[in-house]
């Protein structure tokens, strides 16, 4: 009977682990379909909301874009804001490529990548060939474009060459991320980027918390939230499919001049807290290639998460 028993829990054991690197296709495609109704419930509560209170729901500059998304339950209006990344070089990208030292030769080739932004890439721009495809319609972003030139331009540009310059890219704006994100993973999608995240604290001299909580300290910094464990639950059932998400640009922002993001740290927003994805910061460029640690220097703007060890 023990040995019956022993039997059953390594069966159970196995059958556990086999789940978790399985990609488990018809439960995300279930899940597309629940997240798809949800961007659309959340939509028309924007326009109502924009609406009634006289206020755009998107707004774009040469410098910056943002979009309203949803109010949530407290009647805050929540906006997606595009954030920034780095040149490839600084990160060394350059030693896998054929004769970059590493003996590797990797370019991306056969590899897709997904891009969700404010808007859809550029897919004539001669840095792209034929390799990005625009999934659903939305009007051309620059930032959308520039990000999927540090991806995969093909570096026509020397200068311009990006991290996976033989890859190739689907594009996609940012509604309805999720929903997109599930169905593209159940497809086989290996990875996705994502540059952009909500709007939190302080913001253009703006407080974006929630005033009735504290004028001070938004407490959707760090904050585990449903957005947050729709991501997850994406992940966690595509587990050969990593996002990359941007872990945002909200340290040292100070707003009226009183008081910074909450203090710097612990100033990552709800998508970037997620469990099951990687979220990336931001350093100084490293023009002159990397020699050593002390050339890696934290840029003053990205986000921080302060993490608590036992001693």
Same mark, same amino acid.
């Not at 009647?75 to 920034?84: D, V």
């Given at each position: 009977m023990r040995g019956i028993f022993l039997i059953v829990i390594l069966l159970t054991v196995i059958l556990n682990i086999e789940g978790q690197i399985v990609t488990n296709k018809g439960y995300l495609e279930k899940l597309a379909k629940e997240y798809l109704e949800k961007s659309e419930i959340n939509r028309y509560a924007v326009e109502d909301y924009s609406k009634h209170n006289n206020i755009p729901i998107r707004l774009e500059t040469d410098s910056t874009l943002i979009e309203l $998304? #949803? &109010? @949530? =339950?407290? !009647? $805050?209006?929540? #906006? #997606?804001? &595009?954030?920034?990344?780095?040149?490839?070089? =600084? &990160?060394?990208? @350059?030693?896998?490529?054929? !004769? !970059?030292?590493? !003996?590797?030769?990797? @370019?991306g080739s056969g590899i897709t990548v997904g891009e969700w932004d404010g808007g859809s890439v550029r897919a004539t721009h001669q840095e792209f060939d034929t390799r990005a495809s625009v999934m659903d319609g939305a009007s051309v972003s620059w930032h959308a474009t520039h990000v999927a030139g540090t991806i995969m331009a093909s570096g026509i540009v020397s200068t311009a060459k990006g991290m996976a310059y033989a890859a190739s890219l689907k594009s996609y704006d940012w509604n309805s991320d999720v929903a997109e994100m599930a169905i593209e993973a159940s497809n086989g999608l290996l990875v996705s980027n994502h540059s952009y995240g909500y709007i939190r604290g302080w913001d253009g001299g703006t407080w974006h918390g929630d005033p009735t909580v504290s004028t001070q300290e938004d407490y959707k910094f760090g904050f585990y939230d449903s957005n947050t464990q729709d991501w997850d639950e994406v992940a966690y059932n595509a587990p050969n499919y990593l996002i990359v998400k941007s872990s945002g640009n909200d340290r040292n922002d100070t707003g009226d001049g009183s008081y910074p993001d909450d203090g710097p740290y612990d100033c990552i927003s709800q998508q970037g807290v997620a469990k099951n994805i990687l979220t990336v910061g931001a350093v100084n460029d490293i023009t002159g290639g990397y020699t050593q640690p002390s050339d890696v220097v934290m840029s003053s703007f990205s986000s921080w998460v302060l993490l608590m060890t036992e001693e």
């Open positions: $998304m #949803y &109010i @949530d =339950t407290r !009647g $805050m209006p929540q #906006y #997606y804001k &595009i954030h920034n990344e780095n040149a490839a070089k =600084t &990160i060394s990208t @350059d030693k896998v490529f054929s !004769g !970059g030292g590493a !003996g590797l030769s990797l @370019d």
